[in-house]
């Protein structure tokens, strides 16, 4: 059996170092499973590995597109999945590292994700539908037409309540129903990396800092003078969006930073209900307590089992 690694869990927790370390350890290759870092020119407020972290290990799925493309999670599964059988003909061990619950998800369970491409026209209508009519009377729609999907969308995600409902008006069947599993051509060891809420909610907090230090501001004001909307996908991830309403006079530097730290908090605790620690299925450990020998360890019993 083919054997792939996934590295899990929240924002800041230290996935990319891991992965780095193991990957050198284990003769592997990285698959970012990060719905930002496809995009170019998004490196600072998408925490992407540097150039010279990029040139220690091969990575996959970084600065694919750019931020005016479309993208889709049927298009990143198909990737990723060409990305990884390439690995494995080299004979090297893939690993797919990421917070995108859904790219991971998608791609360790082999959901047969709707093939239905982007209608902008819809997209546009229905935008501007939320923008007058606010975001729970779209979220309310979608529990009529496809309560089972509602229940798995944050309400706050209008992008994926507007995807939802997109592909129920194109497909004319509820987006819950039509995917369903295949399981793919090789076993996974999944590793889930954890810490207490409050040292992990300090954590992000010094990295925003570190990213507003780094040029964040000016990562994003270049990005709007290469003519990359606000109000493109793209730039709709945490940290642009605050800048950019910083930018745009809406709010101070300091009230947009301590909201990227709010909303970072709150992504993490999104993150958890993707990557839930009961999960028996996902290894376990605690970064505050547990090394990377044992990591090692469970990893090579993993590499090494018949």
């Given at each position: 059996?083919?054997?792939?690694?996934?590295i899990?869990?929240?924002?800041?927790?230290?996935?990319?170092?891991?992965?780095?370390?193991?990957?050198?350890?284990?003769?592997?290759?990285?698959?970012?499973?990060?719905?930002?870092?496809?995009?170019?020119?998004?490196?600072?407020g998408?925490?992407?590995?540097?150039?010279?972290?990029?040139?220690?290990?091969?990575?996959?799925?970084?600065?694919?597109?750019?931020?005016?493309?479309?993208?889709?999670?049927?298009?990143?599964?198909?990737?990723?999945y060409?990305?990884?059988?390439?690995?494995?003909?080299?004979?090297?061990?893939?690993?797919?590292?990421?917070g995108?619950?859904?790219?991971?998800?998608?791609?360790?369970?082999?959901w047969?994700?709707?093939?239905?491409?982007?209608?902008?026209?819809?997209?546009?209508?229905?935008?501007?539908?939320?923008?007058?009519?606010?975001?729970?009377e779209?979220?309310?729609?979608?529990?009529?037409?496809?309560?089972?999907?509602?229940r798995?969308?944050?309400?706050?995600?209008?992008?994926?309540?507007?995807?939802?409902?997109?592909?129920?008006?194109?497909?004319?069947?509820?987006?819950?129903?039509?995917?369903?599993?295949k399981?793919?051509?090789?076993?996974?060891?999944?590793?889930?990396?954890?810490?207490?809420?409050a040292?992990?909610?300090?954590?992000?907090?010094?990295?925003?800092?570190?990213m507003?230090?780094?040029?964040?501001?000016?990562?994003?004001?270049?990005?709007?003078?290469?003519?990359?909307?606000?109000?493109?996908?793209?730039?709709?991830?945490?940290?642009?969006?605050?800048?950019?309403?910083?930018?745009?006079?809406?709010?101070?530097?300091?009230?947009?930073?301590?909201?990227?730290?709010?909303?970072?908090?709150?992504?993490?605790?999104?993150?958890?209900?993707?990557?839930?620690?009961?999960?028996?299925?996902?290894?376990w450990?605690?970064?505050?307590?547990?090394?990377?020998?044992?990591?090692?360890?469970?990893?090579?019993?993993?590499?090494?089992?018949?």
């Amino acid at each position: 059996m083919k054997r792939l690694v996934a590295i899990v869990g929240p924002t800041g927790i230290g996935k990319s170092r891991l992965a780095l370390h193991l990957a050198g350890r284990f003769n592997g290759e990285i698959i970012s499973a990060d719905s930002r870092q496809v995009y170019r020119y998004l490196d600072i407020g998408t925490a992407k590995p540097s150039p010279q972290e990029l040139s220690l290990i091969p990575h996959h799925l970084i600065d694919i597109i750019d931020p005016n493309d479309d993208f889709s999670l049927a298009t990143y599964q198909e990737l990723a999945y060409r990305a990884i059988e390439d690995i494995f003909k080299r004979q090297r061990l893939p690993f797919l590292v990421g917070g995108s619950g859904m790219y991971v998800k998608a791609a360790l369970e082999g959901w047969q994700v709707p093939k239905v491409s982007p209608d902008r026209e819809f997209r546009y209508n229905v935008e501007k539908r939320a923008s007058e009519s606010g975001v729970d009377e779209l979220y309310e729609e979608l529990v009529r037409v496809d309560p089972e999907a509602a229940r798995k969308i944050d309400r706050r995600n209008v992008r994926r309540v507007i995807r939802a409902l997109e592909v129920y008006a194109r497909a004319e069947k509820p987006f819950s129903e039509l995917g369903y599993k295949k399981a793919p051509a090789f076993d996974s060891f999944i590793i889930g990396l954890t810490a207490e809420r409050a040292a992990l909610y300090r954590t992000v907090d010094r990295r925003v800092d570190a990213m507003i230090e780094r040029g964040l501001l000016w990562e994003v004001e270049n990005l709007l003078k290469m003519g990359y909307h606000l109000n493109l996908p793209s730039m709709s991830g945490i940290g642009y969006r605050q800048v950019g309403q910083f930018l745009n006079g809406e709010l101070t530097l300091e009230a947009a930073i301590q909201k990227i730290k709010t909303e970072t908090h709150r992504f993490i605790r999104h993150q958890y209900a993707w990557f839930r620690l009961k999960d028996e299925k996902i290894h376990w450990f605690d970064v505050e307590h547990r090394g990377d020998v044992e990591i090692e360890k469970a990893l090579s019993e993993f590499i090494n089992s018949e």
